[in-house]
């Protein structure tokens, strides 16, 4: 389902989307997936004081992987590495 797959800032594909709300791709894929035009930035999000916890979360292979466990550069911040602006 193509609105489950997650995208970085630079618009490379990161993995996708699943039902408990965490970020997983498979540890060796063969799948080349073309790289998107990045959105414009959004505009700042305030969210709110406290919420509820998450639900636990189920237990995955060994062939997938969380990518904000293990490889969490993948995505990182629009001012980090080449988008960051230049300090005068």
């Known amino acids: 389902n193509n609105e489950r797959k997650v995208f970085s800032v630079l618009g490379v594909y990161v993995g996708d989307l699943s039902k408990d709300q965490r970020i997983l791709c498979r540890r060796v894929s ?7 035009t990045p959105p414009p930035e959004p505009p700042r999000v305030y969210p709110p004081a406290n919420f509820p916890l998450a639900p636990m979360m189920s237990e995955l292979g060994f062939n997938i992987m969380d990518v904000l466990m293990e490889q969490p550069q993948r995505l990182h911040p629009m001012d980090s590495g080449e988008l960051k602006e230049d300090m005068d």
């Open 30 to 36: 063969e799948e080349t997936i073309p790289r998107l």
